[in-house]
């Protein structure tokens, strides 16, 4: 099935750094969504994006959906230690009325920890 | 709290146990979904349910039996498992029809779920 590629997988965080993951696809979405997970609960939608170009942020958090339409970014400035936790990418595919088709897909995380 | 209760929060069966999940929606969405989360995997859409009726059912095995008796509520019933099904359960909910946002998934915090 289709797959959105997540990178890095991991990553650490130093206070006051900033960070940045990107999700990759070989075919053209219409909707990304990026969600925050923390242990024990369930994945929390942070940003939602639906026009290829556009930049949404939320707090320090700031997400774009590239022009391409087949990748998306999230960037977090200056970073806190609540930060941590593990940060997924989600797609839905692009019909041909410029629409959005199926199911979501999920990338597998970059999961976000505090250099020690 | 994201409007999305699950319970129990951890459930420990043997393999010839019969169980169920249970979750709750408080949003008023018309579409549920339940997700299977293993480690290092993307998350796994395991069904869909919109305005009561399963519209999808992604090649689940029998032993896992869903039900959804109004929009509002998701069961998950498990008999016969395996300790490879073994795994954080995940219900989400979304508007599922009307505005482009009708795909954003709000998730509950999950069943831990260990098959001995």
């Known amino acids: 099935g289709q797959q959105l590629n997540q990178s890095p997988q991991s990553m650490f965080i130093q206070e006051g750094e900033d960070v940045s993951m990107n999700c990759t696809s070989s075919?053209?979405?219409?909707?990304w969504l990026w969600y925050k997970q923390e242990p024990g609960e369930g994945p929390v939608l942070l940003i939602a994006?639906?026009?290829?170009?556009e930049l949404t942020s939320n707090g320090r958090l700031t997400a774009q959906f590239g022009i391409t339409r087949k990748d998306s970014f999230l960037n977090i400035s200056a970073s806190i230690p609540s930060d941590v936790g593990i940060y997924f990418c989600?797609?839905?595919?692009?019909?041909?009325?410029?629409?959005?088709?199926?199911?979501?897909?999920f990338g597998k995380g970059t999961k976000l920890s505090v250099k020690p | 709290e994201t409007g999305v209760t699950q319970t129990p929060r951890h459930l420990v069966m043997g393999m010839t146990n019969k169980k169920s999940l249970k979750c709750e929606q408080h949003?008023?969405?018309?579409?549920m979904y339940w997700y299977k989360q293993s480690a290092k995997k993307p998350l796994e859409l395991m069904f869909v349910y919109s305005l009561e009726e399963r519209v999808e059912n992604n090649s689940v095995p029998s032993r896992f039996s869903p039900e959804c008796p109004n929009s509002s509520h998701l069961f998950l019933h498990l008999h016969t498992l395996q300790p490879e099904d073994s795994a954080l359960y995940l219900c989400?909910?979304?508007?599922?029809?009307?505005?482009?946002?009708?795909?954003?998934?709000?998730f509950g915090p999950g069943t831990r779920l260990t098959v001995l």
């Open positions: 075919s053209i979405f219409n909707t």
């Open positions: 989600a797609g839905q595919l692009g019909d041909d009325y410029g629409g959005s088709q199926g199911n979501l897909i």
């Open positions: 949003l008023g969405h018309n579409a």
């Open positions: 989400a909910s979304s508007p599922g029809t009307g505005t482009s946002a009708h795909n954003e998934q709000f």
């Open positions: 994006l639906y026009k290829a170009g």
